[in-house]
């Protein structure tokens, strides 16, 4: 059965700061670009037999760095939309709409649930079909923990309990026949 491993981007400005970044296009710190070379010591690229990444500068640069040649640009694998609230944090969202956590609210004029849960359920089916051992996706923070969760079959509001570090690699697999986290933040 596959194992899936994501890969969340090096540090970007933005994700220093805590702004939310979905479709501004960013690049990598010196440090994000540092965490990226260091994924080489983690990963072989010959291990996979599919790779994916996001389609946005600081996914696909993290997987270069990583070491990855040969990887396919997949649109689904793109972060979350925040709509409204790009370039905000959390704190400044708040104090527009109190109580605000991308788990549980909308956002203004960006992706709902059920669009990015329906987005990454897609990935998974590309996964599962695959027949691969190993799968791996260069993505981001928010986007790769609903990617987990359709893994797993998890309600999406649990996402608030699964964070991704920069440049952090995550695995889910298979515990006998059931969907499981292998590995989380490595």
Not at 19 to 39: F, I, N, P, W
Not at 101 to 123: A, F, L, Y
Not at 157 to 169: I, N
């Amino acid at each position: 059965m596959t194992q899936l491993y994501l890969v969340r981007h090096g540090e970007t400005e933005w994700s220093r700061s805590g702004q939310h970044t979905s479709y501004t296009d960013l690049d990598l710190t010196e440090h994000g670009v540092a965490e990226a070379l260091r994924l080489r010591e983690k990963l072989d690229p010959a291990d996979f037999g599919l790779v994916l990444s996001s389609p946005r500068l600081r996914a696909r640069r993290t997987a270069e760095l990583a070491g990855f040649t040969n990887v396919q640009v997949d649109e689904r694998l793109r972060e979350w939309d925040y709509g409204d609230y790009e370039g905000r944090t959390s704190p400044e969202i708040r104090s527009m709409q109190p109580g605000w956590r991308i788990w549980t609210h909308s956002m203004p004029k960006g992706e709902t649930k059920v669009q990015i849960i329906t987005r990454m359920t897609e990935v998974v089916n590309l996964v599962r079909a695959s027949g691969v051992d190993r799968a791996i996706c260069f993505g981001h923070g928010h986007s790769s923990r609903v990617l987990a969760l359709c893994w797993l079959d998890i309600d999406i509001a649990r996402g608030q309990s699964f964070p991704l570090k920069t440049a952090s690699v995550s695995i889910v697999g298979y515990e006998k026949e059931s969907p499981a986290i292998i590995q989380w933040n490595a």
